[in-house]
């Protein structure tokens, strides 16, 4: 994010329903979608559950769910930067919205800055063929 900001490059991510606590069928993990995107192979999943990991540690110490975490993490980075979580469940938008709510400490904000600075994410954010339309 650092090198982006520096470079006036646009940042994205996506954990695309990677934090969501109930790992349900229909998040973009799973089935047909989940499989095209090279973040969500079953292999690179489970290589990046450390990741899902952390912020579900953290989530449980704060009594609330590690998308929460996800999201108030982003907004904790730069008030520039503004997390676009999409969702069809309103159960998940009110979930989302709740995230501004919580308080992520320096403390906690340096946890989950040190163990992220030190893992390795497997796959890429967009498939071969997908870089090519977006010209990456």
């Known amino acids: 994010m650092t090198y982006c900001a520096g470079k006036n490059i ?11 606590d109930t790992g349900e069928e229909g ?14 192979p079953p292999e690179n999943r489970l290589a990046n559950q450390v990741f899902v990991d952390l912020l579900a540690s953290v989530a449980q110490r704060k009594n609330t769910t590690s998308a929460q975490i996800a999201l108030a993490w982003l907004l904790a ?12 469940k309103l159960l998940r938008l009110d979930e989302n919205i709740e995230a501004t709510a ?9 946890e989950i800055n ?13 498939s071969e063929s997908a870089a090519k339309l977006i010209n990456r």
């Open 114 to 126: 040190a163990a992220a600075s030190k893992i390795e994410v497997h796959g890429d954010r967009y």
């Open 77 to 88: 980075q730069k008030p520039w930067i503004v997390p676009i979580p999409g969702t069809t």
């Open 10 to 20: 646009k940042f994205e991510t996506t954990l695309g329903g990677v934090v969501n």
């Open 102 to 110: 919580v308080g992520l400490t320096p403390d906690d904000l340096l």
């Open 27 to 40: 998040s973009i993990c799973f089935g047909e979608r989940g499989s095209i995107i090279p973040f969500f």
